[in-house]
């Protein structure tokens, strides 16, 4: 019986119908069609050069053994890819797969570059918009100069901001932001996106949540439109991702993204990503995924300490032209310091009570109306917030804690000090000694040892560290 290109084609297809998933082989396999048998040539077409890139990257190990099961070790496999409308050409472009002695791959081809105009299908805005309308989708209240720099963020802010000046120009590429939430990650990266786009207009410039990123591949496989959808993403010069770990356990969309992920990083793109662990932390992605967002910087956001809080409220407080007094701001400061949505939720919230009820703002009212948000916010008593206690306990400057001096009030609220953060928060020894000018750990258990052994001996004595300690669970 004479071989013909589909007979040989369809025998194909029953081998690799038993090697993958069923929706795998309903999407990569079953469009493909067989055009023609020259001897020991299989020629099938394909219909994009994202298709014949996908098949390169996923499944051309499976084809070579099929086609060598089928024609023998001189089978050859070649691609004739339908080029797409607004390339202007009718003509089909065909790639082969040549294969050495050991039917392995060689002389790989490079792919022939995708011609794209406005008619790619937009999954942000009505298709047939030309590409440089396409809405970056970035909140204006996000920027540079209101994102409050602290040794928190710093290393973070310094990357984005260069990346901001040149982007794909620095080796910040990928540029991941990584933190908990309410730490700043967003704010940060679409200050990124936003000062690309005022520096360089021409730019296309894209900020996408990786839920909503997933959403667009989902649909685009049910319409059949994941060509369309691959090739919009491949037009973004900056593209922005938030919250990357939506991406684990989806092997499809991680696929997806890789091919995208490259295309970009091959190009010269920039890519800015954001996510809540850090890229070693990660479970659930493919481990070549892992590995291309740490080829750029892994920047962490931490929790803000005390002096980042305040100048962050202090901020917010210009932005909406209020005024507190700094008691209530280094009130609120101490006590919410888990993130900062928490810390301006607690703002918005002691402005709305004092709005609704018409009352001035002032300490007392600030307890009074935060009791309940600070109740429920895990607060851990700080350092800083425990020295000032003290201080203003014993009516002392409070810089004369860290000084050297050895008068006997500021020696006793030292010790008190370190004996406090040493109960009531998770600092070291060696950590609070250096809090406390730069002392070493000896120095904190001495001190500590010195206040025990007076609450034993000296009842003012303990009454002052009994009352101090009441106060502090209190405030």
Known sequence: MDRTCHSVWENCLKIIKDNVPAQSFKTWFEPIKALKLDTNVLTIQVPSVFFYEWLEEHYVSLLRKTIKHQLGSDGRLEYNIVMDKSSGSKNPYTVNYPTNNNGELKNQPVPM??????????????????????????????????????????????????????????????????????????HLAQAIGSSVKTMYPDKLVLYVQAEKFGQQFVDSLKNNTINDFVNFYQLIDVLVVDDVQFFSGKEKMQDIFFTIFNHLHTSGKQIIMTCDKAPKDLVGLEERLLSRFKWGLSADLQVPD????????????????????????????????????????????????????????????????????????????????????????????????????????????????????????????????????????????????????????DKKFKNWVQDIQKKLKMS
């Open 113 to 186: 570059p995708v011609n794209i105009n406005e008619s790619i299908k937009n999954p942000f805005v009505i298709p047939g918009l030309k590409k440089l309308n396409i809405d970056p989708q970035l909140n204006a209240k996000y920027s540079f100069d209101n994102f409050v720099e602290g040794e928190c963020n710093r290393l973070a802010r310094s990357a984005g901001f260069a990346v901001a000046q040149k982007p794909g120009g620095t080796s910040f590429n990928p540029l991941f932001i990584y933190g908990g939430a309410g730490l700043g990650k967003t």
């Open 306 to 457: 005390i002096e980042t809080r305040v100048s962050i409220l202090q901020m917010k407080m210009k932005a909406d032209g209020i005024q507190l007094p700094q008691d209530v701001i280094e009130y609120v400061a101490h006590n919410i310091d888990n993130n900062i949505r928490e810390l301006e939720g607690a703002l918005i919230s002691l402005l709305a009570h004092s709005t609704l009820n018409r009352k001035e703002i002032d300490l007392p009212l600030a307890k009074q109306m935060l009791k309940n948000f600070i109740k429920h916010s895990t607060k851990e008593i700080s350092m800083e917030y425990i020295q000032k206690f003290v201080c203003e306990y014993f009516e002392i400057p409070l810089e004369m804690v860290k000084s050297k001096t050895r008068k006997r009030e500021i020696v006793q609220a030292r010790q008190i000090s370190m004996y406090l953060a040493k109960n009531h928060t998770k600092a070291s020894l060696k950590t609070i000694g250096q809090f406390y000018g730069g002392r070493d750990h000896s120095t904190v258990i001495y001190a500590c040892q010195t206040v025990e052994d007076l609450i034993d001996t």
